[in-house]
């Protein structure tokens, strides 16, 4: 017997060339059997998801979760349940002197699966930013012995380059952690921003398999140019270097993005979620995959750079409805419209699609829903994201249920004796 059916949604499963109606059946947290006309007997729990889209559990490839210890961090669970990311890749919070308390306060106690980029800074991002600034906590033997303990948890480097975390030491922080992730043999994930380094400084220390992250950002002159991509940019996907969005509260321009995919680059779909991104413009995963089909890619390939590709980027089992595989699964109603979505400089375009997450399961478990902290001083919300928040107080505490009327129970408890 299976433990779950959900039954007659539209399954969209890239990485194993699935897209179209079926069900999904799940023994002991993982996938059993995917294929139209699961007999409903044959399960304990049957979900009805007709009309509703099936997908593997997004990967989110770029996000902060280490909350309670770093500038930027955030709690995963509120977020997950309601948006579909099963997978949690926290790119560069902890460097060598904090991984392990990620992985004990974090990664262990999350409902999702939590991994990790180890920035190359031991200091991590502890501060806004500037954690470059000083070489000596740079020292790649240490993360390189660090990131070997935690070997199930790190899946790569993460490196800030732009000029306030470089500060004066220019391409030396890139230096390193090239040469980190070289020694590590995984991947390396640059953000970029504004220069120097340019996009051409930095282009020539990623290899193959390398991640270029913030790559639709509006921030680097040296992107795109004159609606073309620009020569560095075009080197980098010659080279083989991943393109990944990383949405963030100030890395996305609609102009970048479509120029892009002009130039045939099919971007790795992430949200760069942190304190202050969840309150806008990215607000979640799924709201950016919207921005993406307002830029024109279709829902596919916006699903495959949400799940597949990314997975397959880090290494990460997930990604995939593929039998045997962990019952990482997220339901989605698809509501049909001209739905305006905003990219960070308040340039709008019209989504055909809206997604909104309706059940999100790790191992074949459905998240329970929870609720978020309030966002540190430190976040500087506008009036409205401010309004916002406490509008979504007010709806938590109003959605406690206040029953007084005998016949909104099943029996009244008899007193002693017999009496009612």
């Not at 309601?82 to 902890?94: E, K, L, M, P, Y």
């Not at 500060?167 to 120097?196: D, F, K, Q, S």
Request: net charge negative; charged share 20%; proline share 8%.
């Amino acid at each position: 017997m299976w433990d779950l059916l959900l039954r007659g949604g539209r399954v969209i499963d890239p990485a194993s060339g699935r897209d179209g109606t079926a069900d999904v059946a799940v023994r002991a947290g993982r996938v059993a059997e995917v294929a139209p006309g699961l007999p409903a007997d044959a399960a304990a729990e049957t979900v009805d998801v007709t009309g509703r889209l099936v997908t593997p559990g997004l990967v989110d490839m770029h996000t902060h979760v280490w909350h309670g210890a770093t500038y930027w961090g955030m709690d995963p669970d509120p977020v997950a349940w309601r948006t579909g990311v099963t997978t949690w890749v926290d790119a560069g919070s902890a460097g060598a002197y904090s991984m392990a308390g990620l992985r004990r306060f974090v990664a262990e106690q999350a409902r999702v699966r939590v991994h990790a980029l180890i920035n190359v800074s031991g200091l991590g991002l502890v501060a806004e930013t500037g954690e470059h600034h000083v070489l000596d906590h740079l020292d790649t033997d240490t993360a390189a012995t660090v990131a070997a303990d935690h070997g199930d948890l790190v899946r790569g480097v993460k490196a800030r380059i732009d000029s306030r975390t470089v500060g004066p030491n220019g391409i030396e922080p890139l230096r390193r952690a090239a040469a980190l992730a070289r020694r590590l043999r995984r991947p390396l994930m640059v953000h970029v921003g504004y220069g120097p380094p340019t996009i051409a400084d930095i282009v020539g220390y990623l290899e193959e398999g390398d991640i270029l992250t913030h790559c639709a950002s509006g921030c680097p002159t040296d992107l795109v140019s004159g609606g073309r991509l620009s020569e560095a940019a075009s080197a980098a996907r010659e080279a083989g270097v991943v393109f990944d969005l990383g949405h963030g509260s100030g890395a996305f321009a609609f102009d970048v993005l479509e120029t892009e995919l002009a130039a045939g680059i099919s971007p790795v779909v992430s949200s760069d979620l942190h304190v202050r991104s969840a309150h806008g413009p990215a607000f979640d995963l799924p709201t950016v995959m919207t921005k993406m089909l307002a830029a024109g890619q279709d829902l596919y390939r916006v699903v495959e750079g949400a799940t597949a590709r990314p997975a397959r980027v880090l290494g990460l089992d997930a990604g995939t409805l593929a039998p045997g595989a962990a019952a990482d699964i997220a339901v989605f109603t698809m509501e049909e419209g001209r739905f305006p979505v905003v990219d960070v400089h308040g340039d709008t375009r019209e989504a055909p699609l809206r997604l909104e997450a309706t059940a999100t399961y790790v191992a074949g478990r459905p998240l329970p829903p929870s609720a978020g902290e309030p966002p540190p001083p430190w976040v500087p919300l506008s009036p409205a994201q401010r309004g916002a928040e406490t509008r979504r107080h007010e709806r938590l505490r109003d959605a406690v249920p206040r029953l007084d009327n005998p016949e909104d129970f099943d029996e009244p408890f008899p007193r002693p004796g017999g009496h009612q």
